[in-house]
T-cell receptor, first 111, second 110 residues
Framework: GESVGLHLPTLSVQEGDNSIINCAYS??????FIWYKQESGKGPQFIIDIRSNMDKRQGQRVTVLLNKTVKHLSLQIAATQPGDSAVYFCAENTGGFKTIFGAGTRLFVKA | SQTIHQWPATLVQPVGSPLSLECTVEGTSNPNLYWYRQAAGRGLQLLFYSVGIGQISSEVPQNLSASRPQDRQFILSSKKLLLSDSGFYLC?????????FGPGTRLLVL
C-alpha cells in the first residue's frame, strides 16, 4: 500500500546549526501532514502540522514545507539544540481514521 | 484539556503468560483510539483501532487482541505471550485528524 517514507534514517548536526529532515509521501489523496518528535522512552509528541492547501507553516524554531508537485515534506529546525535530539516521524492523513507514519529519522545534535 | 494514560509503564513477563495493558483518555468523549507497537529503533506498527465502544478493527494478524469496554478505555490483551511480543506499546487518541500518544508501555517477554 501507499506509505510515507523518509530519505535519511539518521542525521547528525552541530549544535546551533539548522536541521532539515525530509520525508516523501506517495498518496496524492493525503491532505493533512504532521511531524512528531519522539524522545527516548517516550511517546511521540505533536510538533507541527500542515494542510495540503499550504506550502509552508512556521512554529517556534520549526518550519514545515510541503511540495505537492514532488510529494515531499520537510521539517526545518532552526538553531538546533541538544534537546532536539530525538526521532522525528512524518505522518499523513487522508481525512479518515488512520494516520500513516514514516519510518522515522534519528537526529543527533553534537555539542 | 485532554490527557491520555497508559499503565503499566514497564512490564517484564515470561513467555506463555497473559497480558493486559490499559489505556484511558480524559477530557474527550467518543474518541477514536489506537494501539501501536514499536520495536527498538523502528517505526510505528498499527495493531488495532476503535471508533466506538465494542468496535475493534485489527490491522495485522497476531497474538494480541483489543477491547473497548468503555468509551475512554482501550485494553490490549494476550492469552499467551511470545518472545516476539516484546516492544514498546503506544496508545493514541485522535482529535479530528491528529493523533496524540500516551507515554507508552515497555514490554519485555523473557
Amino acid at each position: 500500500g501507499e506509505s510515507v517514507g523518509l530519505h535519511l534514517p539518521t542525521l547528525s548536526v552541530q549544535e546551533g546549526d539548522n536541521s532539515i529532515i525530509n520525508c516523501a509521501y506517495s498518496n496524492s489523496a493525503s491532505d493533512y501532514f504532521i511531524w512528531y518528535k519522539q524522545e527516548s522512552g517516550k511517546g511521540p509528541q505533536f510538533i507541527i502540522d500542515i494542510r495540503s492547501n499550504m506550502d509552508k507553516r512556521q512554529g517556534q524554531r520549526v518550519t514545515v514545507l510541503l511540495n505537492k508537485t514532488v510529494k515531499h515534506l520537510s521539517l526545518q529546525i532552526a538553531a538546533t539544540q541538544p534537546g532536539d535530539s530525538a526521532v522525528y516521524f512524518c505522518a499523513e492523513n487522508t481525512g479518515g481514521f488512520k494516520t500513516i507514519f514514516g519510518a522515522g529519522t534519528r537526529l543527533f545534535v553534537k555539542a | 484539556s485532554q490527557t491520555i494514560h497508559q499503565w503499566p509503564a514497564t512490564l517484564v513477563q515470561p513467555v506463555g503468560s497473559p497480558l493486559s495493558l490499559e489505556c484511558t483518555v480524559e477530557g474527550t468523549s467518543n474518541p477514536n483510539l489506537y494501539w501501536y507497537r514499536q520495536a527498538a529503533g523502528r517505526g510505528l506498527q498499527l495493531l488495532f483501532y476503535s471508533v466506538g465502544i465494542g468496535q475493534i478493527s485489527s490491522e495485522v494478524p497476531q497474538n494480541l487482541s483489543a477491547s473497548r469496554p468503555q468509551d475512554r478505555q482501550f485494553i490490549l490483551s494476550s492469552k499467551k505471550l511470545l518472545l516476539s511480543d516484546s516492544g514498546f506499546y503506544l496508545c493514541a487518541w485522535m482529535d479530528r485528524e491528529t493523533q496524540y500518544f500516551g507515554p507508552g508501555t515497555r514490554l519485555l517477554v523473557l
